[in-house]
């Protein structure tokens, strides 16, 4: 999927998504994670680990659905004001949570929506069956972005590489391979796929001033392609 970045920013204020961009871009993350999926209004939506809420507010501009905005890092209030500044603090509320503790009854939601967050807390065995399945509904929705490996490398880490790398930071960042067993048990019309949008993603982060980009441009520089993806996952929960 091609991403127009031109087309985006007539749609978006530049400066309000590089002011709130915290990685990749999640807006042209989300845009291509939602091409093949259908919402709508009467949905109510977990956007899990939603950052500064720029997810958020694409979810609930394009789609008029109802989100719920957890996220453990980002105060509430300050997203509240974001929404509000938008105009939608009418469809998004911002919640402070842990995931492995999401104060939601169960079969709540329609769907759930995380980008670039997932592998912080996901990635094990038992956090979808154990903590996220129960929430949604029968036959909801799951899509899901995160960054990924082309191929396993933590038994050999790249010389180019151990600059950037180490091996606690690498336990989250899996292959198409390794992350597939987590939940193809439980999702039908399972897909997980390598994301198309990952040279515009990252450029638009490494071009703003935030100082984790500036951090990030020798490792990406480096990488040249050569390890690194995204990883988008959807189905609809059996």
Not at 102 to 107: D, N, Q, R, T, Y
Request: hydrophobic fraction near 40%; glycine fraction near 6%.
């Amino acid at each position: 999927m091609s991403i127009n970045i031109e087309n985006l920013y007539k749609k978006y204020d530049r400066s309000f998504i590089y002011e709130n961009m915290m990685g990749p871009n999640s807006i042209i993350i989300l845009e291509e994670l939602l091409s093949e999926i259908e919402l709508n209004k009467k949905m109510r939506i977990l956007d899990l680990g939603c950052g500064r809420g720029l997810t958020s507010v694409f979810l609930a501009k394009e789609y008029g659905v109802q989100v719920f905005a957890v996220d453990l890092w980002t105060s509430p209030s300050e997203n509240f004001e974001r929404f509000r500044q938008q105009g939608l603090d009418d469809l998004i509320i911002p919640i402070y949570a842990d995931a492995l503790n999401l104060p939601f009854a169960e079969k709540y939601f329609d769907a759930v929506i995380s980008v670039d967050s997932y592998h912080y807390f996901g990635n094990n065995d038992t956090y979808f069956k154990k903590n996220l399945k129960p929430l949604i509904k029968d036959n909801g929705i799951i899509a899901i972005a995160f960054p990924g490996m082309k191929c396993e490398v933590h038994e050999n880490i790249p010389e180019e590489m151990k600059p950037f790398w180490d091996t606690e930071s690498l336990e989250m960042w899996q292959s198409i391979k390794w992350w597939k067993n987590k939940f193809s048990d439980y999702l039908s019309y399972f897909k997980i796929e390598e994301m198309q949008c990952f040279d515009s993603a990252w450029n638009e982060w490494l071009s703003t001033s935030n100082p984790y980009a500036i951090g990030d441009r020798d490792m990406m520089k480096t990488d040249g392609g050569k390890y690194m993806n995204l990883i988008k996952i959807t189905g609809r929960v059996k």
